[in-house]
């Protein structure tokens, strides 16, 4: 097994000469024609009979590559002894990933007489129980529900030859650090321990020193760096235009199975939300849903009846959709292996796929030190827009209508009737229009362009290009009712429905604050404004927002004379000449005296 880093396809018997035959078998008739460089390198001499430490990307084959180092210390004459107490423990932190382990593990053992016992949460417990009291020799299962067996008696590890721990940083990032721990601490001292991670922070590393001995320390993730199945983009997008941005890339791909990610539950209810009310047939995967609306969603986006799904990263642990061809990374992932390992939901067994990161302009320096951390050649373009989005519709409905199909005897009597009451451009109009109208609109995106260098390149200058044009607004609070931009920022945010880079220069006059706001979004930031007023309210809310019909510089001169330097505006009564009572939920003056210190 020298080629350990070798490639599926070459169709060489060698690759298996030193598996059992049963193993070997099964590979064969499963299509391998190689092993990953996973599979190969945890039966390299040198990792037999050894604690290892694996880190492999998301859909490298490590089932099958932990399934092999198990087996070829298992099997005895090509057969498993007959099942009593589990020989071998395999961890995982989602119900899915588990199943999917028992379903890999099955046919890789199926010429052994293996016995492979499952126990998660949402299943019955007392028919797992049976299983494991009628013997088993592989136990697969989530830290929970398998804590609970062993504390009830049903799960006995006495007889461990191996544990694995699939997934372990999302298992410690999901609070299973006292279930494994747990389980870990009631196996035999002599068991192996397989602890396969994405990535390994401190905690995986602490986990490795206490409970492994002498580990060999196993990476694959430079050998397959970028996924070669995976075509990477990047889009360049206003902060506020992100779920615009998103509406225009599902529309322009079309994707079978698209898979949207998110870093936190609230913002996949939020932008699930935003889908369906858009039109897009969308389900949700975060930790606040239950188990029985994991799987409904799950059995939609199979069926065919859902297309996009919204996830975070840890609901999305596990989940294998072969129709998944579209990643898109709403909000940028933490770091360079969780951006892989969110990409590698797609890209799988051959398939082309492709992984999109929507990228806000004052972030982008920092998404392209990620990408050249991970060696990702990510291609930068625009969002597409509405027409160019309409042009893919053209194509894909000319490719569709002029598709040869074999019509049943009812279509065509039905053409028939058509073409009997239409003409053909008629008929060729309502075929565009019917297709036109279940199709989500596209969105109209702000325009990025005064935010590139001269030479063309997309990347932001520092400079505040995109406020050469802007209109001013003016709030009806000044100094004299405290206004500071520390705590006006935050509030124009929430009534504007704005981001921090989209509010311009800030001037505050005695009784009012001007303040500047790009022309692009000035029909937006006025409608938002709009709707989260309250007028007369003592809160944010009563503060009245409107266009300025005057620039500072001449609101400035009406303020004068102003205060003498070092007395108190009168912040109690309304102000001289009418008007609304001081906002109240303003910082309160500064003390009087000198500094402190």
């Not at 003409?423 to 229009?433: F, H, K, Q, T, W």
């Amino acid at each position: 097994m020298a080629q350990s880093g070798s490639l599926p396809g070459a169709a060489s018997a060698a690759p298996f000469a030193a598996l059992p035959a049963p193993l070997a078998a099964a590979l064969t008739a499963r299509g391998y024609a190689d092993l990953t460089a996973v599979q190969a390198a945890v039966i390299e001499p040198e990792a037999l009979g050894r604690d290892l430490v694996v880190s492999a990307r998301t859909g490298s084959g490590k089932t099958v590559a932990f399934g092999l180092a198990m087996g070829a210390a298992l099997l005895a004459d090509d057969q498993l002894p007959r099942a009593a107490a589990p020989l071998a423990l395999i961890v995982a932190p989602t119900r899915e990933l588990a199943l999917q382990v028992s379903r890999e593990l099955t046919w890789l053992f199926a010429g052994t007489g293996a016995t492979v016992t499952t126990c998660v949460g949402g299943m019955d417990p007392s028919r797992e129980r049976r299983a494991l009291y009628q013997g088993a020799h592989f136990v697969v299962g989530t830290p929970g529900r398998l804590r609970d067996h062993l504390e009830r008696g049903a799960l006995d590890l006495s007889a461990l030859s191996f544990v694995v721990l699939d997934e372990a940083d999302e298992m410690l990032d999901m609070g299973f650090r006292e279930d494994l721990e747990e389980l870990l601490d009631a196996t035999p001292a002599n068991r192996r321990t397989l602890l396969f991670s994405a990535t390994l922070p401190k905690p995986i590393v602490a986990l490795a020193k206490r409970y492994q001995h002498e580990a060999l320390r196993i990476s694959t993730v430079g050998d397959e760096q970028g996924h070669g199945d995976i075509a990477y983009q990047a889009v360049t997008v206003s902060p506020s235009d992100i779920e615009n941005a998103v509406v225009n890339l599902l529309r322009f791909h079309e994707a079978e199975t698209a898979m949207l990610f998110c870093a936190t539950r609230d913002n996949v209810r939020h932008l699930h939300a935003t889908l369906v009310e858009r039109g897009f047939a969308a389900v949700a995967l975060s930790g606040e849903h239950s188990q029985n609306e994991r799987n409904q969603a799950l059995q939609a986006l199979r069926d065919k009846r859902a297309r996009v799904c919204v996830a975070t990263d840890v609901a999305a642990r596990g989940i294998d959709i072969a129709s998944l061809s579209l990643v898109i990374h709403v909000e940028i992932p933490r770091d360079a292996e969780a951006l892989q390992h969110r990409s590698g939901r797609t890209g799988r067994a051959g398939k082309k796929g492709t992984a999109v990161l929507i990228v806000p302009y004052p972030r982008r320096r920092r998404v392209e030190m990620m990408l050249r951390g991970a060696r990702i050649d990510a291609q930068w373009m625009d969002v597409p827009g509405p027409e160019q989005i309409r042009a893919q519709d053209h194509e894909r409905l000319i490719a569709t209508l002029t598709a040869p199909i074999e019509p049943s005897e009812a279509e065509s009597e039905l053409a028939g009737r058509l073409l009997a009451t239409m003409g053909p451009e008629e008929l060729a109009l309502a075929l565009v229009r019917a297709h036109a109208s279940r199709l989500p609109e596209p969105e109209e995106l702000i325009d990025l362009s005064a935010r590139t260098k001269p030479d063309g390149q997309a990347r932001p200058v520092h400079h505040r290009e995109g406020f050469d044009d802007t209109v001013w607004f003016r709030m009806d609070i000044g100094r004299r009712h405290n206004a500071d931009p520390r705590w006006l920022l935050p509030l124009l945010c929430r009534r504007g429905h704005v981001t921090r880079t989209e509010i311009g220069a800030i001037r505050i006059a005695a009784n009012e604050t001007f303040f500047q706001i790009p022309r692009a979004i000035e029909a937006k930031f006025r409608a938002a404004v709009a709707r989260t007023a309250n007028p007369g309210s003592e809160d944010e809310s009563g503060i009245t927002i409107d266009l300025s019909p005057e620039t500072p510089r001449d609101a400035a001169r009406e303020n004068r004379p102003r205060a003498e330097p070092g007395s108190r505006a009168n912040d109690r009564g309304p102000r001289p000449g009418g008007g609304r009572a001081p906002f109240k939920g303003k910082p309160k003056p500064h003390r009087k005296g000198p500094r402190p210190g």
